[in-house]
């Protein structure tokens, strides 16, 4: 009998699942951001477009980062906040690139809200509650009623009411977020940071497996990732933890 080719017979272990993680392609190009999809794209479920980018370039962004990404799904950040008849316009302009998401500010109100999610049915419209980098102080300044986290419940629960399959809080609010609107709704918690990463201008920030273990489905990292000295490594590493 010959000796058996050592492995053989044995099926190839599967491909881990990506991370539930958006990467944000905050980046100064198409060239550098359609680098950073191709190295992370193995690893994270999602590329964010944000609006420096979607603005210098336009439908492409969209296409070339999904592409690069491997066809990971595509969360285009625009925050969106006018009037709900520009809204609309603004939702139906961007729905035939297909993003898995788009981003609405909660603050914009109800009427806002069901605008943008009848205008673009096939993609989550995502209502922002409130930024993470603003602290209670900001609140204030602002007139906006606190502490943070009651705000934010408030705003959610206004969002999907209106119509928002995904609401966007910090970290710190995941939790009570969850308990306000339930299963079925997409909670994205920006302000995600490594253990000793460096907070840069967010304020209200957890984990990455905190996140998650508080309620999140999304996680949006940016600079932990897109500022390593090699990003695939730094999303690979994130999603590694993320599957202890």
Do not use: W
């Amino acid at each position: 009998m010959s000796a058996q080719t050592p492995g053989a017979g044995t099926a190839p272990a599967a491909p881990a699942a990506p991370a539930p993680v958006a990467v944000a392609l905050d980046a100064p190009d198409l060239g550098t951001a359609v680098a950073l999809a191709e190295a992370v794209g193995p690893h994270v479920s999602t590329l964010k477009v944000g609006l420096e980018l979607y603005l210098r370039e336009g439908a492409e962004a969209v296409r070339a980062v999904r592409e690069a990404g491997g066809g990971r799904e595509v969360f285009l950040d625009l925050k969106l906040h006018d009037i709900p008849n520009t809204v609309a316009g603004g939702a139906r302009s961007v729905a035939s690139l297909e993003p898995a998401y788009l981003t609405v500010h909660a603050l914009g109100g109800t009427a806002m809200i069901r605008a943008a999610a009848e205008a673009a049915p096939r993609t989550k419209i995502v209502a922002v509650t409130v930024l993470t980098s603003m602290a209670e102080e900001d609140l204030q300044a602002i007139g906006l009623a606190g502490p943070s986290i009651d705000a934010v419940r408030r705003l959610a629960a206004l969002s999907v009411a209106a119509g928002a399959r995904a609401i966007v809080c910090s970290p710190r609010e995941v939790a009570a977020v969850r308990a306000e609107v339930g299963a079925g709704i997409d909670l994205i918690t920006p302000g995600v940071r490594p253990a000793g990463a460096a907070l840069g201008d967010q304020t209200r920030v957890a984990t990455p497996e905190q996140a998650l273990a508080d309620g999140a489905d999304l996680l949006v990292v940016g600079r932990p990732i897109t500022a390593a000295a090699d990003p695939g490594r730094a999303a690979a590493e994130i999603a590694a933890a993320l599957r202890r």
